[in-house]
T-cell receptor, first 114, second 108 residues
Framework: KAGVTQTPRYLIKTRGQQVTLSCSPISGHRSVSWYQQTPGQGLQFLFEYFSETQRNKGNFPGRFSGRQFSNSRSEMNVSTLELGDSALYLC?????????????FGQGTRLTVV | AQRVTQPEKLLSVFKGAPVELKCNYSYSGSPELFWYVQYSRQRLQLLLRHISRESIKGFTADLNKGETSFHLKKPFAQEEDSAMYYCALVGGSEKLVFGKGTKLTVNP
């Protein structure tokens, strides 16, 4: 079966702009989580969506937002981009069942803010 | 609050030597713990989880609730084990929290 797909793979944006990243989970998976990966901070949890509802949220400013659609696809939006937002953004999907929590990761979107 | 600490950013061993990647966690309840691995230019993927108690690629990890640790061990490291290793925890919700990772290099 197809894995987690993230688009686009690479993005270059200017400070102050906004950006939308997309994630298509594995078929049948209802949970989608987003992470920011940087060399200094590792993997930081942004938020998790389950059945179109935000179920968990990390400690990121309100400029970071997301949503999930009825087909479980998810988008993440960052407004008013800052240089420090440059990172690899990873999406992970899982069944969402509390006891089956293996997360499958996409290849990520590399965002560069200039 | 859920927290995962991996004290070593870098770990270097020789092929055939034992390797141990340390992971300590902070969580008041009974967590589910995982090790994820990211090989060069590959996706982050699950290596093992404490619930299944299985050995994957020769790696094992034991949950020590007294010491709140979940160290990853392998008796004889191989060059193909070189990768980034992340310890992760799920507490009372579906939120998967990662440590900052340890880069393992196995030298020939």
């Amino acid at each position: 079966k197809a894995g987690v797909t993230q688009t686009p793979r690479y993005l270059i944006k200017t400070r102050g702009q906004q950006v939308t990243l997309s994630c298509s989970p594995i078929s049948g998976h209802r949970s989608v989580s987003w992470y920011q990966q940087t060399p200094g901070q590792g993997l930081q949890f942004l938020f998790e969506y389950f059945s179109e509802t935000q179920r968990n949220k990390g400690n990121f400013p309100g400029r970071f937002s997301g949503r999930q659609f009825s087909n479980s696809r998810s988008e993440m939006n960052v407004s008013t981009l800052e240089l420090g937002d440059s990172a690899l953004y990873l999406c992970a999907s899982s069944l969402g069942d509390r006891f089956v929590t293996e997360a499958f990761f996409g290849q990520g979107t590399r965002l560069t803010v200039v | 609050a859920q927290r995962v600490t991996q004290p070593e950013k870098l770990l270097s061993v020789f092929k055939g030597a034992p390797v141990e990647l340390k992971c300590n966690y902070s969580y008041s309840g009974s967590p589910e713990l995982f090790w994820y691995v990211q090989y060069s230019r590959q996706r982050l993927q699950l290596l093992l989880r404490h619930i299944s108690r299985e050995s994957i690629k020769g790696f094992t990890a034991d949950l020590n609730k007294g010491e709140t640790s979940f160290h990853l061990k392998k008796p004889f490291a191989q060059e193909e084990d070189s990768a980034m290793y992340y310890c992760a925890l799920v507490g009372g919700s579906e939120k998967l929290v990662f440590g900052k990772g340890t880069k393992l290099t196995v030298n020939p």
